[in-house]
């Protein structure tokens, strides 16, 4: 009698080898990947001026504190998920914080620590300032 599933093979085929030279199966980098990596460079190497970091560092502290004041006036004006908007804006400090202390590990220029200072300080003083606008 026929069984409705074909028997398995004793031998396995054997797993495939990877090139010869490369010590392990890591794909390679994309093009999207390199860009990526290459950018953050390349910001710091137009940032190596210090009007251009200044402006740069400006324009992160403003779109934060735009961010912030947007957040608190959504929810201000819904006022149904202001629980939802606070616990987003804490877990958002919370990872600014922890990659700031991951930041500050790195070696050469700290210009993502200073741009994430910015970002952290615009958003809070956003939410404060809509929160002192109620009272």
């Not at 392990?24 to 990947?33: E, G």
């Not at 504190?65 to 947007?70: A, D, M, P, T």
């Not at 914080?97 to 991951?102: D, F, K, S």
């Amino acid at each position: 009698m026929r069984t409705p599933f074909p028997a398995r093979r004793a031998n396995p085929s054997p797993p495939i080898e990877p090139a010869l030279g490369s010590g392990s199966l890591q794909p390679q980098p994309t093009r999207l990947q390199r860009q990526v990596v290459d950018s953050g460079a390349a910001l710091s190497r137009w940032a190596s001026n210090p009007w251009r970091r200044l402006a740069l560092l400006l324009i992160v502290l403003l779109l934060g504190f735009v961010i912030g004041g947007g957040v608190g006036t959504i929810c201000g004006a819904l006022a149904f998920i202001d629980h939802l908007a606070a616990l987003f804006c804490v877990i958002a400090m919370e990872f600014a914080i922890r990659a700031r202390r991951w930041l500050l590990r790195q070696r050469g220029d700290h210009l993502g620590l200073e741009l994430l200072d910015m970002g952290r300080i615009g958003l809070l003083y956003g939410l404060l300032l809509d929160g002192f606008k109620l009272f």
